[in-house]
């Protein structure tokens, strides 16, 4: 059986080159879309096993491209900077982007997300009500961004398996660990993650087969086991 093809979204960000290169470690054939293909910097770059598109979302000829043949998306995607977006950019590149996966018959999707995401799943917790009250208050476009991106898998997501991966505050570093997936309040998920760990277990999820969590809108976090030496 040959191994998923991937393209990842959002692959010049932080936490993007980690899965980028992950994925490269790993064996995989990837595409990479991106605005600026310089921010790989040379050495992903120059892999015989990266594929890498430059363009916007907006374009159908270069969506078409990008997904074409590609058996799993890895979306990095969300605002960098929330005081510069309205509020509603990312779900709309999110409804290009499920309309860009039926067309091109791509079944699968992990798409990021943070716990400004309500799930019926999580408990009560007072950090989380804290922490998204916080950014509710001084990022407030960026909350909107998330919280549109949940409603629109939601609601626009029928005929897609899709995954939104929740996460709170992320760190730098690696433990060697892949984050663990869960909801609030069950004794192992957390506020916190590594981008190292959000990485991982996104290959993770794609070496298992991506059979688990469809439809759903789990909270990642650190406290996973540590990665085996070879």
Do not use: C
């Not at 960000?13 to 064996?27: D, F, H, Q, R």
């Not at 067309?103 to 009560?124: C, M, W």
């Amino acid at each position: 059986m040959s191994s998923p093809k991937i393209l990842i979204l959002g692959g010049t960000g932080a936490t993007g080159i980690l899965t980028v290169e992950g994925a490269i470690n790993a064996g995989y054939d990837v595409t990479v879309l991106v605005r600026s293909p310089e921010k790989l910097g040379s050495t992903l770059s120059s892999s015989p096993k990266l594929r890498i598109i430059k363009g916007s979302f907006s374009d159908t000829n270069t969506l078409a491209d990008a997904f074409a043949g590609q058996d799993v998306v890895l979306s990095l995607l969300g605002p960098s900077n929330p005081l510069g977006f309205n509020g509603q950019v990312f779900p709309s590149i999110y409804r290009s982007v499920l309309g860009a996966m039926r067309e091109n018959s791509v079944p699968r999707i992990y798409a990021l997300g943070t716990f400004s995401i309500p799930d019926e799943h999580d408990k009560q917790s007072f950090l989380k009500t804290l922490m998204v009250w916080f950014i509710w208050l001084v990022a407030h476009k960026g909350w909107m961004e998330f919280t549109g991106i949940g409603e629109l898998f939601k609601n626009e997501g029928e005929g897609i398996d899709w995954t939104v991966f929740r996460v709170g505050w992320l760190l730098n570093g690696d433990k060697g660990r892949e984050a663990v997936a869960g909801y609030l309040g069950d004794g192992q998920t957390n506020l916190h993650v590594r981008r190292s760990e959000i990485a991982k277990w996104l290959l993770g999820e794609v070496s298992r087969g991506g059979k688990e969590w469809i439809g759903m809108a789990p909270g990642i976090s650190s406290g996973g086991k540590r990665e085996k030496s070879a």
